[in-house]
Structure formats: C-alpha cells, structure tokens
C-alpha cells in the first residue's frame, strides 16, 4: 500500500484523528501538545499517528490535505485545521461540539450493527 493510501485509510478509519509529532502523552512541539490537549479535554477518545514515527506520511500528507504544517485534525474524513484553528475552535466551545456529537453519532452506528 502507499503512502497516500493509507493516508486515506487512517482517515477514513478514524471518525476523530490527529496527525501530530509525537503522541497525546508525550508530545514533541508545542503545537502538537496544545493541539492534543485541547482535543483531550473534550473527553471522547481520537486517533492520532506520529509523524516523526512515520516520516512517509510527513512528507506526503501536506501535499494530500494542501495543508503545510502539522498537526492536524481529521473529523469524519474532513481536515479541520491545525494549531491554530484547534485552540480558535476550542476556546469558542466549537470543538468540543464537533468532536462530541462526531462520538456520538459513530458510537451510534455501531452499537445499531
């Protein structure tokens, strides 16, 4: 499989993923550990990958998003933004609807199955 493929899958397979360096516990940038705060603090679980783990999807991933910088977050297959906008949208109470009614609606799906 490529890069942009499991790019896709990861992405797909994650109602909630973040693209950060490092991991939610041990962060390696600032950006990455507000980011990742911001998104624990919503109290829903989310994915996230290690680019510096996976130095493939660093490279490819801002060509595939059009977005340059990490992190990013992924909400249901949409890039919602980075740093910035996370902290922006979190500080506003956005985030936190977004990413719960985003468990809500998958925790549904899958206890109807």
Known sequence: MD??????EQISENNI????K??????SCGFSSQ??????????????????????????LPK??????FPQLWVDGELVGGCDIIMEMYQQGELQTLVKETAAKHSS????E
């Open 64 to 69: 595939y998003a059009d977005w340059p910088t």
């Open 22 to 27: 490092g991991s939610p516990k041990l962060p």
């Open 3 to 8: 890069t942009i493929e499991r790019i896709k």
């Open 109 to 112: 799906e899958e206890s109807a």
């Open 35 to 60: 980011a990742s705060q911001a998104i624990m603090a919503c109290g829903e679980k989310f994915a996230y990958v290690d680019i510096l783990q996976n130095p493939d999807i660093r490279a490819e």
């Open 17 to 20: 993923l973040l693209y950060m």
